[in-house]
């Protein structure tokens, strides 16, 4: 048997009557969100030291970016492609973005049946202690756990925080070995905490990327208490507190959480959907709450408007007829074995190429989802993508300049999905055999 290759699709070929191979979907580019709620300006934070500007640009598939933000990170909910980056990996110090951790240990202890969200938990003296952001809870009194969840979302409780671990694990220290337990089963090799808080404190560290793993694991593992993260105010001990997600308070964001300190500046992590599309941001680092808020809407209008999905193909669509030796049937359908979508720039779709390979004619007898072959897609590469490499001083060696830094040649990736039999196929019995041999029609 030979490999049979054909070139099924080059740019925005699309199979006749099918829904597939590389069909656009909705961008949702020229849409901009509707607020549904007035805008007000953004809230002011305690004066804090200079943050250092970092002038070195993002990396995108489309070339680099410039972001004030120190840290950026920007990812596609579902598919999980990167679609901006900066210092990605770095360790950073992630102020409040720390309760996005502790919110999922509360709220994976309350899918466990663990606790309630109404059971009462006890507020102790370190609790009602707790310095900086507040939900003013009062000494020795209890507090129902859904009051605690939001004060600790909505109003950034750092005294929420505590009184949930301590609820929870009997003391904050017990809860964080929680906290660092379950970020490492979700993979989030850069973040390590000290605290439920984000309280300053060494050794206390999230990465961007993290805190988007974290932000995509919320949404994703727990969308019955999403919610929380999107209600614009709450009000505790007769104080309401309104959000301080600015982008949630104008309807661009249906979520996730902001954090401020001195040494990392105003940060943000935020999630939006505009039609089909779901991205997720973290940036940090910014010099003031006004900056966070605008390169929040800037970089999230960005990603809507820079990006398209385009559908590859779906299961179960037919890709080709495969000819098939000895069969009852001359042919057999192969179909995709799962739908095959990506998120790609605005354009690129003509530099998408995809081929189709099995091996010809199939040989009977052939069943019913029997793997033949498969689909190969070629993603190009970003051709800008080495320029986003800072330039690199010439170190003089021995009188002579050393050879400068070249950044690598950025590389295609080459995708493989399974195709399969879409039917079964018997094989010709005896006489059919030997009709089929001497060209003859076999009844």
């Known amino acids: 048997m030979q490999t049979r290759r054909i070139l099924l699709a080059s740019g925005a070929a699309v199979l006749t009557g099918s829904t597939g191979l590389l069909t656009p979907g909705l961008s949702g580019s020229a849409l901009a969100a509707k607020p549904k709620h007035a805008a007000r300006h953004a809230r002011s934070a305690p004066a804090a030291e200079a943050v250092a500007v970092d002038s070195t640009p993002a990396m995108t598939p489309i070339g680099p970016v410039d972001t004030p933000a120190r840290w950026a990170c920007i990812t596609d909910f579902d598919s999980g492609q990167v679609l901006l980056e900066k210092a990605a990996d770095e360790h950073m110090p992630p102020s409040s973005l720390t309760k996005m951790m502790t919110a999922y240990v509360v709220f994976g202890m309350l899918g466990?049946?663990?606790?309630?969200?109404?059971?009462?938990?006890?507020?102790?003296?370190?609790?009602?202690?707790?310095?900086?952001?507040?939900?003013?809870v009062p000494l020795g009194e209890s507090i129902a756990v859904q009051d605690l969840i939001q004060g600790m979302l909505i109003q950034s409780g750092n005294d929420a925080c505590i009184v949930l671990a301590e609820g929870i694990s009997g003391s904050e220290e017990q809860f964080v070995a929680l906290m660092n337990d379950t970020a490492a089963k979700l993979g989030m090799s850069n973040s390590h905490f000290m605290n439920t808080t984000g309280w300053p404190a060494e050794g206390h560290y999230m990465s961007a990327r993290d805190v988007c793993t974290i932000a995509t694991h919320l949404i994703r593992d727990f969308p019955q208490y999403y919610h929380f993260f999107s209600e614009t105010s709450f009000a505790f001990n007769k104080i309401n507190q309104g959000n301080r997600n600015v982008l949630v308070d104008k309807g661009l964001a249906?979520?996730?959480?902001?954090?401020?300190?001195?040494?990392?500046g105003f940060g943000l992590c935020a999630s939006s959907k505009r039609e089909s599309r779901r991205v997720v941001m973290a940036i940090n680092g910014l010099s003031s709450s006004n900056a966070r808020a605008h390169e929040g809407e800037r970089l999230l209008a960005w990603s809507f408007a820079n990006f398209e999905q385009a559908v590859i193909a779906r299961k179960g669509q037919v890709i080709e007829q495969a000819p098939v030796w000895m069969g009852e049937a001359g042919t057999v359908p192969l179909v995709a074995s799962r739908d095959v979508t990506f998120l790609l720039p605005h354009g690129w779709q003509s530099r998408v190429h995809v081929a189709v390979d099995y091996p010809s004619p199939v040989v009977a007898p052939v069943t019913a989802g029997q793997p033949v072959g498969q689909l190969t897609i070629t993603l190009p590469a970003n051709p800008t993508a080495g320029s986003v490499v800072p330039p690199q001083p010439?170190?003089?060696?021995?009188?002579?300049?050393?050879?400068?830094?070249?950044?690598?040649?950025?590389?295609a990736t080459v995708i493989t999905v399974p195709l399969e039999a879409g039917a079964a196929v018997a094989r010709l019995g005896f006489g059919g055999r030997i009709a089929a041999r001497l060209g003859m029609k076999h009844h």
Request: charged share 20%; proline share 9%.
């Open 112 to 136: 466990a049946g663990r606790i309630k969200l109404d059971q009462m938990l006890p507020v102790s003296e370190r609790a009602w202690r707790m310095q900086g952001s507040k939900m003013f």
């Open 254 to 264: 249906d979520g996730l959480k902001t954090g401020h300190t001195d040494a990392g």
């Open 394 to 411: 010439v170190a003089v060696v021995g009188g002579a300049p050393a050879a400068p830094v070249v950044a690598p040649v950025p590389q």
